[in-house]
């Protein structure tokens, strides 16, 4: 199981300094969808720059326009690039032509989806790299959330998945017991006061 | 009604010199998706110096973190920002409240919404200024798209709206008719040879 740390900060200059804290620990290094939107898409390069031996995530929740989306990140640098499944079949599969003319993947953010584990199959079956179970920062805050949902749908699913929302060293057995491909943590690394040791528990506890 | 141009270019420049030709015959000026995530909120800064007369509407599009992408959004000078319909109600609500905070609005995308005319209705009861009924990029292209449907859909929802996908001269008038308050035309202005015209001809089919 990969590990993905999920910089939900505002700065390229921020997110250069938890990426060197964090990069060894890691194997694909994520620009949060506010970080996309505050910075612009020089924001990708500057961390593909600093670390070409990652895979870099850059986690535009598409929901229109994927081809082009998927393109202008791509070529900013980005090896994966997400799109909602909430967006139209058109969409996912206009990301994932411009995922293959980089050769690069596209990753389907399941966050919204009623069904998740059947959209799941469904964009697998387009060509998805790997779909996200993902609850958001919002949604994990509502009454009733359990992170336990997620795991069950991606067993249930039986493609390949990552999973978002909550992780911590305490959840991060249940993720890979659970046959996730990616376990993407955010909070519990870039909130932590040494992100580099959160990291590394982190990646500690995967076995 | 009021009359809305959607610039879907990827870059500050060209949007400075599209809002230039095209500002004094509309009244929102909006900064497209792959615009916004190319160039970073700088250009929605750029914009609404350069147009402070006018409405600047950063077409977001937010799935998560909905306070803080609409706050990050309002402090760079938007005057609208869009969160997605699709979104959950805390995110939508999030960003309403950060609306607030600015004293400016937040619109509602519908894109990708089975059931646009509930959801229109539930989100316009949380606080948002209007909702846009919205065919995306993507879904225009699709087998069977009409436009018809957005226009139905406003109708009988009887709520502040707005209408994307497709507007030009020859559909602009059936799109007041049915009452929306905001007509938004991408393509057929900024792909026209002529964009000032193209504007100026829009502006004019308004009664």
Redo the contacts between chains.
Sequence with gaps: MKLQVAM?V?TTEAALTLAGQVAEYVDIIELG??L????????VRAIKDAHPDKLVFAD???????E??AD??FSAGADLVSI?G???D??II?AIKAAKAHNKGIVVDL??VADKVTRAKEVTAFGATFVEMHA????Q??PGFTFQTLLNDGETAKVPFSVAGGINASTIGAVQRAGATVAVAGSSIYSAADPAAAAAALRAAIV
Tied chains: 1, 2.
């Design positions: 939900d505002l969808t506010p996309v939107k505050h910075e612009g898409l020089s924001a535009l929740k598409t929901m229109d326009a994927g082009l989306e202008i990140a909602l909430a967006a139209g058109s969409t206009g966050i919204g958001g920062l919002d949604e805050a509502e």
